[in-house]
């Protein structure tokens, strides 16, 4: 596949994965949403539609890796040019810029009327009217639409919570044999993946909101901390580091193991 086929693919692709995944985050947790508190079932499953919908679309094009521990996987496997990572990086990063940009458009009024309701306010920061940069300097109000973050802050629990999530994702999709023949997911290939992500949410999913993807958190984390959203508070750079290599390290053991066990 050519350089504009892997740009193209890459960032369509992970930009409607990022918009209907990080939507599903938004229509849960903003007021004003018709699905304001519909739990973490909910977000699951639209995280699930959210890769089979941006699968399908790139699939025939760049291959829709749409994750750089994929990319990174497959590349240890044998099935994309090292020559080519960089650029489905590039592009994955860009399109998940993109589709959180999307995500604030889309729900432009709840985010404002979330982020200016003083009840809100309230039981985030403990004062009424603001958010107190002082008691909650690491994340905001909303930066779970745009972004993961653990239960229990352990930099060493929470990385390896990402390297074994990441592991079954990235070896789940290169048992399916994929880019063999340089074509990418099938259709039945993006269910299974998608199936895949629904499962890891639900079993794996509790400790650090299941980044196991790069762009997936550094992409939105990026677009929360420039988008000007009032009383947004922090953006977690702190923790940012940890759904970035988590993944890349679950990425490279599955691609390692796979040529073991399954090559």
Same mark, same amino acid.
């Given at each position: 596949?050519?350089?504009?086929? *892997?740009?193209i693919?890459?960032? *369509?692709?992970?930009?409607?994965?990022?918009?209907?995944?990080g939507?599903?985050?938004?229509?849960?947790?903003?007021?004003?949403?018709?699905?304001?508190?519909a739990?973490?079932?909910?977000?699951?499953f639209?995280?699930g539609f959210?890769?089979?919908?941006?699968?399908?679309?790139?699939?025939?094009?760049?291959?829709?890796?749409?994750?750089?521990?994929?990319?990174?996987?497959l590349?240890?496997?044998?099935?994309?040019?090292w020559?080519?990572v960089?650029?489905?990086?590039?592009?994955?990063?860009?399109?998940?810029?993109?589709?959180?940009?999307?995500?604030?458009?889309?729900?432009?009024?709840?985010?404002r009327?979330?982020?200016?309701?003083?009840?809100?306010?309230?039981?985030?920061?403990?004062?009424?009217?603001?958010v107190?940069?002082?008691a909650?300097?690491?994340?905001?109000?909303?930066?779970?639409?745009?972004s993961?973050?653990?239960?229990?802050?352990?930099?060493?629990?929470?990385v390896l919570?990402?390297?074994?999530?990441?592991v079954?994702?990235?070896?789940?999709?290169l048992?399916?044999?994929?880019?063999?023949?340089?074509n990418?997911?099938?259709?039945?290939?993006?269910?299974?993946?998608?199936?895949?992500?629904?499962?890891?949410?639900?079993?794996?999913g509790?400790?650090?909101g299941?980044?196991?993807?790069?762009?997936?958190?550094?992409?939105?984390?990026?677009v929360?901390?420039?988008l000007?959203?009032?009383?947004?508070?922090g953006?977690?750079?702190?923790?940012?580091?940890?759904?970035?290599?988590?993944?890349?390290?679950g990425?490279?053991?599955?691609?390692g193991?796979?040529?073991?066990?399954f090559?």
């Amino acid at each position: 596949m050519s350089s504009s086929d *892997i740009f193209i693919g890459e960032t *369509i692709g992970t930009a409607v994965l990022i918009l209907l995944g990080g939507g599903v985050c938004a229509a849960v947790t903003l007021k004003h949403s018709k699905a304001q508190n519909a739990g973490w079932v909910a977000i699951t499953f639209g995280w699930g539609f959210a890769v089979l919908t941006g699968a399908y679309l790139a699939g025939g094009v760049s291959g829709a890796h749409l994750n750089p521990a994929v990319t990174i996987g497959l590349a240890i496997e044998g099935g994309t040019k090292w020559g080519d990572v960089p650029l489905y990086l590039a592009s994955q990063l860009l399109g998940a810029m993109i589709g959180a940009v999307l995500v604030w458009l889309t729900y432009y009024g709840q985010f404002r009327a979330h982020l200016t309701d003083q009840q809100i306010l309230r039981d985030h920061s403990g004062e009424e009217g603001m958010v107190d940069k002082a008691a909650a300097p690491k994340a905001g109000p909303v930066l779970g639409v745009f972004s993961t973050g653990p239960e229990i802050r352990n930099a060493v629990q929470n990385v390896l919570t990402e390297v074994i999530a990441t592991v079954v994702l990235v070896l789940a999709i290169l048992t399916q044999g994929l880019n063999d023949d340089g074509n990418g997911l099938g259709t039945l290939g993006a269910l299974i993946t998608a199936l895949v992500v629904v499962g890891i949410g639900l079993s794996l999913g509790g400790p650090t909101g299941y980044a196991i993807n790069p762009v997936r958190d550094l992409g939105p984390r990026i677009v929360h901390a420039l988008l000007p959203l009032p009383n947004k508070g922090g953006s977690d750079w702190g923790y940012a580091w940890v759904p970035v290599v988590g993944p890349l390290i679950g990425g490279a053991l599955a691609g390692g193991l796979y040529n073991l066990a399954f090559a």
